[in-house]
């Protein structure tokens, strides 16, 4: 079938590409002309202005979105212009399903449907295959169920689910109508908000490894901090680049993060040139909000939220805030970075607190 | 080689049956001697006391026990009774590696060595191999090659980490000599915290999920529990089913406990049955000790942890405190389970808190 | 000064007394005419409506509403009716700040003046006074001085900051202006998300003390619940009430929640009859919502929270993910509730987790 | 009463100070001979050793120790040695209460009482008193009485729990005798593991606070951490001196640790000057572990200590694993300290996560 596509990047280019190597027919636009002469020379149709891809197109006509979230809005605005009753526009950014919702409603006057399409599949998906969490009306949705099902991974050759028989179901192919505008991009929120705990489990647990050997290590820690208290347990030298290499192979934890991190260790094995000041997108936090909204307890989720919050020094008045209460109470100063183990006289001091 | 078992549970005599497969020779002992007699029947060499089991096998030795925790450090003892200098015993059950090491020093002037492995796979290891972490002196470590290369799942259809050429590593097949005796342990302790940390994200996220309907929902709330401030956007009927089958397919969190959870709730999509009682077995907290031990943040698999605690209604006490509290600073009664919403009076009086 | 007070509730009702006592003129009105009866009796002069109450008011007008937060917004545009420019409304009550800045920002062109005012001191204010976080523009709080001091609790005989000298702040007499319209409310929501915390830290602490005694219990635990590994170090059968008592005196953690902790266990040292359903009201959860639009990492607060949400059951269909999961990766039954030790032959088969 | 103390540093000094002011009898020694010289002078009995100090003691004798963790138990037993049965053993430092367990059992051939007392109070202990947490054999407990009510502070001027009548309880007066050896460092433990969730509590909250002029800083985020979303609610520029100040009077937090946060933000309003690299002592830690133990959940306590682990950076390698993998994903380039918001091209791959 035929389908628009505005926004060319690394995503956009991609999905416009798996498409056509399926048969289907892409017009295209960006704001960078560069980038739609790219994928004209590859078999796309070229539009040089919204309006000329709409006028590109057959009714009912589908147009993509694939540009960053916070021009979403006005990029919907122009396209609506265009566009007439039954035709199709879809977010496949990363909009916050609340402005779907909104974006939904606002269009339901002029009969143009809106679908959010939350996209997971990072660089590799131009050869994987894309996982679509789809939410919008059932007639929009079923009229791209051909691109949908192009885009999507496939069954693929993972082993097939226990009790699943019979023929595929779009979920088993990769890409699943959710629920109304707003639902695509509410189950991907939720998908990278799981994400962050795995990374976060996978990230302690291999943190919990690199300092097995804390019983070696001689002299590091200073009356204020609890010195180690067994250290004949604490005697091990962890290759945690093949550990997780291993943990690929049978084991409970096995995951394509898992594999992401087995590859980051195989390249680095210490880490080094890497800051760790994590970063964080929006569907981390509007999980955790969403989760406060609804009641529901997300300690782990909220919590490896917060250790990037933390890995980016937002912590840093409230330790300023604890040091602070410390020296008033107890007189303890502060230690410096490095700071190695004082004469035990001082010590018992802090038993006043 | 030739490999003595001891304990012929369900992963006892798997990985029995997964070593004759591969042509190792199997002297087998339990003290259920049926278990004897079954394996027996399928081509391995029965034992009917220690010392027999002892007598039967060619130096060095290499008794693997396969039982349950609590009974490994008798059976370890017992074992060495009838063993030799040079000769190897291996513990392949869910030990903690502090014993591991007590042990490994205990058995230092026997000359007899002890290699603790840590044992991943669950019922599906007989077919899928089991995942290796072993702990141990590299000596009595390579003597176990041969069978550790054939209980581990070797390197399969799974696609090399980019970056690995040449001969697959141990790891890439599966097993890993993590390191002196208790290494196999403590690498398999912080595994099972991992796991519990990611079973906890995909749990968590699902019960987001299953709460995106809370709009659609009436006066489930009472005036001592925050309304739903925006029920617009909580107007989802998410399956929870669909969803996980979805996120198996070219997701970034596909993982194999996802794909058990997707199995899970292809068998029981309301998971009706399930009192949501979750155990927990030693590791996790093992791991959460490790970690304070030496001062490593872990929230997200200390919060697994405690979840599943609270899961079982530990926090009981602790819950009734609050209530209490609540009780005496504002006359907070307690809500009954079910409460609806009350006309709105009462509202204004919690803003004394 | 003059003040007019809409609502008279417990609050509403004990600040017009403690205004009253402190020479003040109060206007009241309440729906419930019986509660302005009652306070005319004592002095007040009553109202029969909105209007009624404006008629008996001078320029500048200043109206106190101590009403439920969701009644707030349509009181406020009633109110507004019939005041002018110049006058101010106040909104005591347990708003959301954000529906402050919403409303501060809808009378502006009205020429009246909102004011937010976050109250605490619970059941005791009235005689212990109320602790005023105020937001507002600089005139109309510079206006409404006298009566914030009155309903302040004032210096008393606190101990005076080090530091402090000269004649007592606004702040050290209980009242504080905080900042433009909000600032008040968003002062108090992230005082009561530090109520949470610290009750949490108090609730859990007590249970570790409750639970000192594990040792002494016998075959509570099942072979799928990790077995208490040293029961000679969980011998104490804690007083929780004598130890909440205790700690009043002289220790760093004396509060005015350990206060009202040793009052609730004085009272009923097991805490029989409560369920331990705790209610949350919105203030907590702003909070952790605005850490989270801001970045800022709050593991401590957001954990109170979701222990509250899982004392409610909100964590009931995550658990039962979780036990679907181990039911698929171990076959490991659910523990009926009061399950205990079962012979350990099962236990070596959670190896294979 | 005659109380000897060993250890003469800030506490130790004090208590015996607060002994003699009272009329009890001291006798006094330390390594540092200039300490026993100054005690000597306000009136102390002075001892030149361990042994002199026995030789001046009555039986009953009562040795207080007052010294770092990490000495208590060789000077137990030196003492030991000078002593008889029915003498006592006090160690008043920071003991773990599992060393407790064990020396008492040690001594308990001997005839030697042994008790721990834990202690909290501070710098501010000479004059306010110490609160006092005891364990040991009811008979020593009892002989110690006058002293530990000399050094206890008393029922004060602390308002009397609603309920408690009569005369003042030993709790009330500022000690108790939890249970056995060991049960008073066990208290303690708690106690400061609650410490460390109210100081989170407060801390947390505080950075929020900190926070609320958000939307005031323009261009401080960059393309891959999420920006802030409504900054018309973060306007507040709210000083946090102040409203520390503010909450001691009246309000639902007020507590010492408030008391102590409102006198450091007195002095210095904006903490400069300290790093935020938070120590911890053993208590923290100890009380997760045995919350741990007993399956116990405490997600505040843990999340209290885990943060001061991550001031100090611990948290290091965790987060480069998460960097790791986030390049892995997404080809997501870490951000530098201080980086400004890009144009917003990339922000769209990064719907590849």
């Known amino acids: 079938m035929q389908l628009a596509m505005v926004g060319l990047g690394r995503m956009g280019a991609n999905i416009v590409r798996r498409l056509m190597k399926d048969g289907h027919d892409c017009v295209v636009y960006d704001v960078n002309q560069d980038a739609v002469a790219a994928l004209a020379a590859e078999g796309a149709t070229g539009a040089s202005s919204i ?52 974006r939904a409603a606002k269009l339901q006057d002029t009969g143009i449907h809106y679908v959010d399409i939350g996209t997971s599949g990072g660089v590799f998906g131009l050869e994987r295959g894309y996982c679509l969490m789809v939410g919008g009306h059932d007639e929009a949705v079923a009229h791209l169920e051909p691109v949908l099902r192009t885009i999507a991974p496939g069954p693929g050759d993972i082993e097939r689910t226990p009790g699943r028989t019979g023929d595929y179901t779009p979920e088993e192919r990769g890409y699943l109508h959710c629920g109304p505008s707003g639902a695509g991009h509410f ?92 970063s964080d997108s929006g569907e981390g936090r509007w999980t ?38 410390r020296l008033q109470f107890g007189g303890h100063q502060e230690l410096p970075a490095g700071d190695v183990l004082e004469a035990g006289g001082k010590k018992a001091d802090s038993s006043s607190s």
Chains 1, 2, 3, 4 share one sequence.
Request: glycine share 8%; aromatic share 6%; proline share 4%.
């Open 51 to 102: 309006a000329d891809l709409a006028s590109k197109l057959q009714k009912p006509r589908a147009v993509w979105l694939m540009i960053p979230a916070g021009l979403t809005g006005s990029v919907v605005d122009q396209v609506a212009e265009v566009l007439e009753a039954g035709d199709i526009i879809i977010d496949g950014g990363n909009s916050n399903y609340r402005d779907d919702v909104r």
């Open 187 to 278: 189950v991907k929120m939720v998908h990278n908000g799981i994400e962050y705990g795995i990374m976060a489990a996978l990230a302690e647990g291999l943190n919990v490894l690199n300092n097995a050997d804390a019983g070696l290590k001689q002299g590091e820690h200073s009356a204020e901090v609890a010195p180690l208290e067994e250290p004949e347990f604490y005697q091990f030298d962890i290759d945690t680049a093949k550990v997780s290499e291993l943990w690929r192979r049978g084991s409970v934890i096995s995951s394509w993060l898992l594999d992401l991190t087995a590859a980051a260790l195989a390249q680095n094995p210490t880490l080094d040139g890497l800051a760790g000041r994590v």
């Open 288 to 325: 955790v909000k969403a989760a406060v909204d609804t009641g529901v307890p997300v300690p782990v989720l909220a919590s490896s939220l917060f250790e990037r919050f933390a890995s980016r020094g937002e912590d840093h008045f409230a330790n300023q805030v604890l040091s602070a209460m």
